[in-house]
């Protein structure tokens, strides 16, 4: 049997090397964070949203925080919840937006939830910084 050459790891051009504090975001905590500044802007909580669809408060809390991977059918409630016109392409739109500039800023998005994310915790910019950086950029609107 042939002997196995070690390689040296290969740099990936998308991810910042090294992570540095805050410089990864899971995309559905960016989602749901997109949710919750439009529940703000509308002056809702999430226990009006949540008896709305008749849901657990702690539903629409685990969704914002993107302690759950929401699928479309739960993006879909939420935010016919909110009403007031606001859409899913609305959401998405300025998640779209909100993400250019965070990279933009030497940021990364990762397509995966906190709970799976293994390497480099601090790396991770998540929760109030999170929101508080979205604001900064602009907010939703």
């Known amino acids: 049997m042939p002997f196995k050459k070690e390689r040296p790891l290969r740099w990936h051009p998308d991810r910042p090397e090294p992570l540095s ?13 997109v949710v919750a500044l439009h529940r703000r802007r509308l002056g809702l909580g999430q226990t009006e949203v949540a008896e ?13 925080r993107g302690e759950i991977v929401m699928d479309l059918d739960q993006l879909f409630a939420i935010v ?3 009403g007031e016109g606001v859409t899913v392409s609305a959401v998405m739109a300025d998640a779209e937006r909100l993400l250019a ?7 990364a998005l990762v397509w995966t939830s906190r709970r799976l ?11 109030r910084a999170l ?11």
Do not use: C
């Open 101 to 107: 500039a965070l990279v933009e800023g030497g940021a």
């Open 80 to 82: 016919g919840a909110l």
């Open 131 to 141: 929101r508080t950086r979205l604001e900064e950029l602009g907010g939703v609107g």
């Open 117 to 127: 994310w293994t390497e480099a915790p601090e790396a991770l910019l998540t929760g």
């Open 52 to 64: 709305r669809l008749d849901w657990a408060q702690s539903m629409i809390s685990n969704a914002e």
């Open 21 to 33: 504090e805050g410089s990864v975001v899971l995309f559905p905590e960016l989602v749901g964070a």
